[in-house]
């Protein structure tokens, strides 16, 4: 399973943007699909998650009513809806999926990491 990210940039305080994450490879296998985030000097940390079918979503609390994930598919695609962005959101973010049974905020529980993009939200 490989997986490809993408939509970061530079904004400005209260913008917003869309992130994609592009499955390719065997997604059969996966069931659950998530992003995490990395600030500088941070450690990895929890965005949000949701399932293929899309019954169970769950989000990290610094981004909660602000952002927003869902999954496609037909297209192969996780993308991550970001509003009312803030500087603290700043970060290297990542797209993850498992394979597990286990709805999880665990990172150590994802199987395929993407190569993560920037976001850096300006002040």
């Known amino acids: 399973v490989q997986l490809q990210a993408s939509g970061g940039g530079l904004v400005q305080a209260g913008a917003s943007l869309r992130l994609s994450c592009a499955f390719s490879?065997?997604?059969?296998?996966?069931?659950?699909v998530a992003w995490f985030r990395q600030a500088p000097g941070a450690g990895r940390e929890f965005v949000a998650y949701?399932?293929?079918?899309?019954?169970?979503?769950y989000y990290g609390d610094s981004v909660k009513g602000r952002f927003t994930i869902s999954a496609d598919n037909a297209k192969n695609t996780v993308d991550l809806q970001m509003n009312s962005l803030k500087p603290e959101d700043t970060a290297v973010y990542y797209c993850?999926?498992?394979?597990?049974?286990?709805?999880?905020?665990?990172?150590?529980?994802?199987?395929?990491w993407g190569q993560g993009t920037q976001v850096t939200v300006s002040s």
């Open positions: 993850a999926a498992s394979t597990g049974v286990i709805n999880t905020a665990v990172s150590s529980m994802y199987n395929y």
């Open positions: 490879g065997d997604t059969f296998k996966t069931r659950l």
């Open positions: 949701t399932t293929w079918s899309g019954s169970s979503t």
